[in-house]
Structures are given as C-alpha cells and as structure tokens.
Antibody
Framework: QVQLKQSGAELVRPGASVNLSCKTS????????IHWVKQRSGQGLEWIAR????????YYNEKFKGKATLTADKSSSTAYMQLSSLKSEDSAVYFC?????????WGQGTTLTVSS | DILLTQSPAILSVSPGERVSFSCRAS??????IHWYQQRTNGSPRLLIK???ESISGIPSRFSGSGSGTDFTLSINSVESEDIADYYC?????????FGGGTKLEIK
C-alpha cells in the first residue's frame, strides 16, 4: 500500500536550517509529483512547492523561493525539503503529499518549532 | 494568485442532517477543485476530486458539485465521525491554493 512517512519533530534555533524527509513506499516513486504543504497551528493549508523525482524538476510558490529547497533521492524513494534562515513564523506542521488528480496520499506531518 | 473563499467558517448540524460547504474562487477555474477532510491532529484526506468525482474508499454520503467559480461539498447524512475541518484546493493555476477551511461541528 502507498505510504509516505515523514521524519520526526524538529526544534531548531532561529537562523538555522533544517532538512525534512518524506520516505515513500508502495508505488513508483519516480512517476508522481511530491508536494509540500505548510500548516501553522490552528491555521489553514499553504502550498509550498512540488518536485518530480523522475527528473528532479521543481516548481515553487514565489512566497517560498529562497526559503524552501526540494530534492529527491531515487535510491531510497525519499523526498526532502530544506528550510533555511529559519524564523519563528516558520514554526508549523509540514506535510508531504503525492499528487494524483488531487493530493491522494499524505504523510503524517512533521512539526517544526523554531525557538531559541 | 487565485483566492478561494470558504463559507461559513463554522457549521453546526445535528446527526443525520444534510450539510453543504461553499467554496468560491476569485476567478473561473473550470472544475479544477478538490476537497479534503482534516480531523484534529490528522493529515488531510482527499474526499472529492475535480469538483464532483468520487474517490475510492470515501463514503457515498460525500458529494461535490459546481464549476467556474462556485463549488459545493455536501454530506448527505452527517455522522459524528465527520467532525473535522474541510478545505477546498484549486489546481487550475500556479501557485495552487487552498481555501481557509470550514469547521464542522455536531450538535
């Protein structure tokens, strides 16, 4: 069965960077776009970017250019999102999701807390 | 960016009632709208794709309609397990955007 398993919660200092992972299984990793979505506590969903692991092609929301960088490792079927120059407003739950006529499978989310 | 406006912010209904969620787009998006359910502390779950197409494994009481700028998600007979936030999302134009969500409460 299709699964997206995300890395554990992170507590990082302001100004630092963090790498979040999304390990997939149960389907052909290189054939589907993987998206990343942000959700601040008690707030709605915000689309960050997407990557096509087959080619490495990416597309970013302008708002997150310079903040988020997506990569994918075909050998481990894992997608990554690096967030840089972290601020308190980056504290949120980050989801990865597979695109197939909508986002049909989601990871469980990674909670990122940016605090000194 | 395409703005999706969901209304109302909160819906309160009794079990067995029919409920409808509204999503309005700031410009025409055809039928490129998808609906998600998110329970407390959970991940979103795809309920309806392309405005009205059903998803395997989703109860038949969930249905969608609309095109252009006005869309509706309906639950035919609400059950207690339907307590959640509901979001619409458009895939017509970049960046893809979500509505602000509607919270469903059960009386």
């Amino acid at each position: 069965q299709v699964q997206l398993k995300q890395s554990g919660a992170e507590l990082v200092r302001p100004g630092a960077s963090v790498n979040l992972s999304c390990k997939t299984s149960g389907y052909i990793f290189t054939s589907y776009w993987i998206h990343w979505v942000k959700q601040r506590s008690g707030q709605g969903l915000e689309w960050i970017a997407r990557i096509y692991p087959g080619t490495g092609s990416t597309y970013y929301n302008e708002k997150f250019k310079g903040k988020a960088t997506l990569t994918a490792d075909k050998s481990s079927s894992t997608a990554y999102m690096q967030l840089s120059s972290l601020k308190s407003e980056d504290s949120a739950v980050y989801f990865c999701a597979r695109e197939f006529y909508g986002f049909d499978y989601w990871g469980q989310g990674t909670t990122l807390t940016v605090s000194s | 960016d395409i703005l999706l406006t969901q209304s109302p912010a909160i819906l309160s209904v009794s079990p067995g009632e029919r409920v409808s969620f509204s999503c309005r787009a700031s410009q025409s998006i055809g039928t490129s709208i998808h609906w998600y359910q998110q329970r407390t502390n959970g991940s979103p779950r795809l309920l309806i794709k392309y405005a009205s197409e059903s998803i395997s494994g989703i109860p038949s009481r969930f249905s969608g309609s609309g095109s252009g700028t006005d869309f509706t998600l309906s639950i035919n007979s609400v059950e207690s397990e339907d307590i959640a936030d509901y979001y619409c999302q458009q895939s017509n134009s970049w960046p893809w955007t979500f509505g602000g969500g509607t919270k469903l409460e059960i009386k």
